[in-house]
């Protein structure tokens, strides 16, 4: 069956590079460097990336940051609650932005 | 039994097949190639310094990711002749360690007088114990002949939690564990001054990499403390290797080119320098002599063949047989039963 999404297409992402290889190189080197240990350890940046991972809902970076944290000796359980903090955020997100909604209706309303 | 036990059970038991398995993964340079590219080929032995004898592929667990197949089912067992070869070999040569696995090795009735007799030519002893067996009322005694002898344990936990270790190594194994490092650490086992040493052994839950070493050593260091009280020496990390059982998962859950793949890309030539192969010698429970306890599963024999003969200068000499489940032992930070090299 086709589908937008291929796993074997993860490995291609270099291609995405090919037209402008310079601007590639400096996205790469800095994605390498965002991901060293540093003031948040690597485990940490790659559950804070699992958990963006979901927000923004790419597969790719779902399938590469949940085998990437199980590497980093994360568990499931702990993956988990990162994903809730993703949800939760996301949730919370949607839900403040009522504010506006009354805020509008106070303008329009008697 | 059902059909996919009835696989199961063909290729964890045939070495043939097994080989056929690794070396039809098409989407990796092979590991004879890959070595090529370094300067390490022929990798050669350095000096044998460790004897790794495993003394039966008899078991009471059946965990998931065993390269020997162990199991209850199995029955091969190393009689006292081939020991006694074994501690003849020890007494001619300046190897410092024994290394016993299995199997349970407590499961074979020789291993007290092994350690014994090992023990009064004052070599390091070594148990890898599944810790399991030791709850067993004819086996509990064993703890005390170990911490008498000074052994030295190697227990395997892959994980600090129940629900991870269970489902590696079957329900009730976590708990099971705990009580007996608990009895362990009562007797002297990783305690402060204490010279009887136990150390861990995590390796990951499926196919994949193991963490960093000293950061899940932390971890582990941690919740064990604060969660059941108990203490241990190192944590060592190993690399699940592509064989026995662990081989019949990859194959028939479709993880197998992946993981190789993975295997293959993390390719560290330090670790491949530093492979455990160089510095010992294994030996099969019939007396069979191999680079590791991987190529012992795999039937791939070095010369000359069987502890009776053995030629330490030859030894010595010889020429690892390498495979492509080898690239397990260099992935990353590289992987022995010593965990990890680089
Ligand atoms: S991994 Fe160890 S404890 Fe588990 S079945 Fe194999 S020999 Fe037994
Ligand atoms: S699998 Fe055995 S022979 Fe191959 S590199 Fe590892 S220790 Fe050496």
């Given at each position: 069956?086709?589908?937008?999404?291929?796993?074997?297409?993860?490995?291609?992402?270099?291609?995405?590079?090919?037209?402008?290889?310079?601007?590639?190189?400096?996205?790469?080197?800095?994605y390498?460097?965002?991901?060293?240990?540093?003031?948040?350890?690597?485990?940490?940046?790659?559950?804070?990336?699992?958990?963006?991972?979901?927000?923004?809902?790419?597969?790719?970076?779902?399938?590469?940051?949940?085998?990437?944290?199980l590497?980093?000796?994360?568990?499931?359980?702990?993956?988990?609650?990162?994903?809730?903090?993703?949800?939760?955020?996301?949730?919370g997100?949607?839900?403040?932005?009522?504010?506006?909604?009354?805020?509008?209706?106070?303008?329009?309303?008697? | 039994?059902?059909?996919?036990?009835?696989?199961?059970?063909?290729?964890?038991?045939?070495?043939?097949?097994?080989?056929?398995?690794?070396?039809?993964?098409?989407?990796i340079?092979?590991?004879?190639?890959?070595?090529?590219?370094?300067?390490?080929?022929?990798?050669?032995?350095?000096?044998?310094?460790?004897?790794?004898?495993?003394?039966?592929?008899?078991?009471?667990?059946?965990?998931?990711?065993?390269?020997v197949?162990?199991?209850?089912h199995?029955?091969?067992?190393?009689?006292?002749?081939?020991m006694?070869?074994?501690?003849?070999?020890?007494a001619?040569?300046?190897?410092?360690?024994?290394?016993?696995?299995?199997?349970?090795?407590?499961l074979?009735?020789?291993?007290?007088?092994?350690?014994?007799?090992?023990?009064?030519?004052?070599?390091?002893?070594?148990?890898?114990?599944?810790?399991?067996?030791?709850?067993?009322p004819?086996?509990?005694?064993?703890?005390e002949?170990?911490?008498?002898?000074?052994?030295?344990?190697?227990?395997?936990?892959?994980?600090?939690?129940?629900?991870?270790?269970?489902?590696?190594?079957?329900?009730?194994?976590?708990?099971?564990?705990?009580?007996?490092?608990?009895?362990?650490?009562?007797?002297?086992?990783?305690?402060?001054?204490?010279?009887?040493?136990?150390?861990?052994?995590?390796?990951?839950?499926?196919?994949?990499?193991?963490?960093?070493?000293?950061?899940i050593?932390?971890?582990?260091?941690?919740?064990?403390?604060?969660?059941?009280?108990?203490?241990?020496n190192?944590?060592?990390?190993?690399?699940n290797?592509?064989?026995?059982?662990?081989?019949?998962?990859?194959?028939?859950?479709?993880?197998?080119p992946?993981?190789?793949?993975?295997?293959?890309?993390?390719?560290?030539?330090?670790?491949?320098?530093?492979?455990?192969?160089?510095?010992?010698?294994?030996?099969?429970?019939?007396?069979?002599?191999?680079?590791?306890?991987?190529?012992?599963?795999?039937?791939?024999?070095?010369?000359?063949?069987?502890?009776?003969?053995?030629?330490?200068?030859?030894?010595q000499?010889?020429?690892?047989?390498?495979?492509?489940?080898?690239?397990?032992c260099?992935a990353?930070?590289g992987?022995?039963?010593?965990?990890?090299?680089?």
């Open positions: 069956m086709e589908t937008y999404y291929n796993p074997a297409d993860l490995a291609k992402f270099a291609t995405v590079g090919e037209e402008s290889p310079e601007l590639w190189k400096k996205f790469m080197s800095y390498g460097e965002v991901f060293k240990d540093g003031a948040l350890t690597s485990r940490e940046k790659a559950l804070i990336a699992l958990a963006v991972a979901h927000v923004v809902q790419c597969p790719y970076c779902i399938e590469a940051y949940t085998e990437d944290s590497e980093k000796g994360v568990n499931e359980e702990q993956m988990t609650e990162a994903i809730h903090v993703a949800s939760a955020i996301r949730g997100a949607t839900l403040v932005h009522g504010v506006q909604m009354k805020n509008i209706i106070k303008k329009l309303g008697f | 039994m059902n059909q996919s036990s009835v696989i199961a059970k063909v290729s964890e038991n045939d070495q043939e097949l097994q080989l056929t398995h690794l070396e039809r993964v098409n989407n340079t092979p590991f004879v190639e890959k070595i090529k590219e370094t300067n390490l080929y022929p990798l050669k032995s350095k000096d044998i310094k460790i004897m790794q004898t495993n003394v039966g592929k008899v078991c009471n667990m059946y965990c998931k990711h065993c390269h197949n162990a199991g209850p199995r029955t091969e067992s190393m009689n006292l002749e081939t006694a070869q074994c501690l003849r070999v020890l001619d040569t300046d190897i410092t360690t024994l290394d016993i696995t299995g199997g349970a090795p407590e074979n009735p020789h291993l007290p007088w092994f350690i014994e007799e090992a023990n009064k030519l004052r070599r390091r002893v070594m148990v890898r114990t599944n810790l399991t067996v030791l709850s067993q004819e086996y509990t005694h064993l703890m002949l170990y911490a008498r002898h000074n052994v030295e344990l190697v227990s395997s936990l892959p994980y600090y939690r129940d629900k991870d270790t269970d489902k590696q190594r079957g329900q009730g194994v976590f708990e099971t564990s705990i009580q007996i490092l608990r009895d362990l650490n009562n007797l002297g086992y990783s305690q402060k001054q204490s010279p009887l040493k136990l150390n861990l052994v995590y390796n990951p839950g499926g196919a994949f990499l193991p963490p960093a070493q000293h950061s050593e932390a971890d582990f260091r941690k919740e064990l403390r604060d969660r059941h009280g108990i203490v241990f190192n944590l060592l990390t190993i690399t290797v592509p064989v026995g059982r662990f081989l019949t998962f990859l194959h028939q859950s479709g993880n197998l992946r993981y190789m793949d993975k295997l293959a890309g993390a390719f560290n030539p330090l670790a491949a320098d530093r492979v455990m192969c160089r510095d010992m010698i294994s030996v099969g429970w019939e007396g069979q002599l191999y680079d590791c306890d991987f190529n012992q599963m795999l039937g791939l024999n070095c010369q000359p063949g069987h502890i009776r003969e053995f030629d330490l200068a030859a030894l000499q010889r020429h690892i047989e390498l495979h492509n489940h080898c690239y397990a260099t990353g930070a992987s022995s039963c010593g965990g990890a090299t680089a």
